[in-house]
């Protein structure tokens, strides 16, 4: 995550879950870089499991439905993700839990991010980018792809 951070130089962080701390450590050490984080299935014994699941709000303009994923039942299909997003209103749905990286958008313009893991099965990270309130690219980059960025 910190190579992440030192590459991307991104305007806000996005956390999406497990190791709740690991995220906590990484907005303590950027204070300047505003921090969006719900707990994952392994926090739930840890005391931010009682951080809300679901967020649910604009990001630099746009609308974003960011969760772990472990409730809507994503390792089996995203279609309730989908759905659950779809009725919020949101422009994106951003969600982990399955490690497995994917970007794309549905045919009706939703976009949908799971970014995969950053420590494991090679690393990548997901990068949204947000231009007057929408989103103008969703992309991933392979943690081995990072070192390039500088």
């Known amino acids: 995550m910190?190579?992440?951070v030192r590459c991307v130089k991104p305007d806000a962080l996005i956390h999406l879950g497990d190791y709740f701390e690991d995220g906590a450590a990484?907005?303590?050490e950027n204070p300047h870089l505003p921090m969006h984080q719900v707990p994952g299935n392994c926090d739930r014994y840890r005391m931010v499991a009682y951080q809300p699941p679901v967020l649910c709000y604009p990001v630099f303009g746009a609308k974003l439905y960011m969760t772990h994923g472990h409730l809507h039942n994503v390792k089996f299909d995203i279609g309730r993700l989908l759905s659950d997003?779809?009725?919020e209103g949101v422009q994106a749905?951003?969600?982990g839990h399955t490690h497995i990286a994917?970007?794309?958008q549905e045919e009706d313009g939703l976009w949908v991010?799971?970014?995969g893991s950053c420590g494991s099965s090679g690393g990548s990270v997901g990068v949204l980018e947000v231009e007057n309130g929408n989103i103008i690219a969703c992309r991933l980059i392979k943690q081995a792809d990072l070192e390039e960025m500088l």
């Open 113 to 115: 991010l799971n970014p």
């Open 102 to 104: 994917d970007s794309h």
């Open 85 to 87: 997003a779809r009725a």
């Open 26 to 28: 990484i907005a303590e």
């Open 2 to 4: 910190r190579r992440c």
């Open 93 to 95: 749905v951003l969600y």
